[in-house]
């Protein structure tokens, strides 16, 4: 309803990754529904494919724009931070 266009694809792959980013530890704030909104926006208004969102995550890389799922600087670093040190370990 608030996003007329969205595929059903880009949906499964951007609520995978969401979900995926509220199970990370020590997050300050967990990204909600509002931020999901706005993220799906985002997506869409930058055309990023469904394919873009699997890679990213299949390959532990950032999500594009992931941002603007996130409300505060601390947590940024710790997401970038916690991807860093999965791609050292790999």
Sequence with gaps: M??????????SEALQ????????????KKPST????DW?????AEQVTPEQLKQSR????LMPL???LLKNEQDVALVEKLLFMAKRVR
């Excluded at 608030?2 to 949906?11: C, E, F, N």
């Excluded at 509002?34 to 909104?37: F, K, P, Q, R, V």
């Excluded at 799906?40 to 869409?44: A, F, N, P, T, V």
């Design 2 to 11: 608030h996003l007329p266009g969205l595929s059903k694809q880009l949906l």
């Design 17 to 28: 990754s969401f979900f995926g980013l509220r199970e990370l530890p020590a997050l300050k």
């Design 34 to 37: 509002s931020e999901l909104i």
């Design 40 to 44: 799906l926006r985002l997506l869409l």
């Design 58 to 61: 299949e390959t532990g890389g």
């Design 66 to 68: 992931f941002g603007a």
